[in-house]
């Protein structure tokens, strides 16, 4: 009886431990969604249309950025609205798995100073129903994370910001 007795406890504990397992692991799960949401409010794009013009509406992410997901050549990315980017400007990992053509090297000045990136075209770039064809863009060795979707998109468009909104809206 003592036996079976010791069985049973160290079951219990086992199952005790196991339970407490899945509890940390949800609540990484849910903190870690809940940063990315931070980080990117903007993951599921949901597009608007006034009088036949079509418009995505973006959160500012908590950090002062404007982060959406969207595609380039049908691969999900995010992309950070750069304003002050003269072209879209893609991370060369990024560019290597969608298979982005590098061009002739180019001379770029970005925030870390000069650097050479590559000239491509990026056939077709969206973002909900905004779509691009035929983007000028360049590969950036430099780039991490976020494709910088700079003017050579963004001229194509409206942007209003009012608070901590943008509107994209086709003009």
Do not use: C
């Not at 049973?8 to 903190?31: D, N, T």
């Not at 002050?84 to 090297?105: H, N, T, W, Y």
């Amino acid at each position: 009886m003592t036996n079976q007795s010791s069985e049973q406890k160290s079951i219990g504990h086992y199952m005790m431990m196991g339970m407490w397992v899945m509890v940390v692991a949800l609540a990484a799960l849910l903190v870690n969604r809940q940063l990315e949401r931070d980080r990117n409010p903007n993951n599921q794009v949901i597009t608007s249309s006034e009088n036949g013009k079509r418009s995505i509406t973006l959160q500012r992410s908590r950090y002062g950025h404007y982060l959406v997901t969207g595609t380039i050549n049908n691969q999900e990315i995010d992309f950070l609205v750069d304003t002050g980017a003269s072209s879209v400007s893609v991370p060369a990992e990024f560019a290597d798995k969608i298979g982005l053509q590098r061009g002739a090297p180019i001379q770029i000045s970005t925030a870390n100073g000069i650097s050479v990136a590559y000239q491509t075209r990026i056939d077709r770039l969206q973002i909900g129903d905004l779509e691009i064809r035929n983007a000028t863009a360049h590969i950036n060795p430099g780039l991490s994370d976020e494709v910088l979707l700079g003017m050579s998109v963004l001229k194509h468009y409206e942007l209003v910001q009012r608070g901590s909104t943008l509107v994209i809206r086709e003009p």
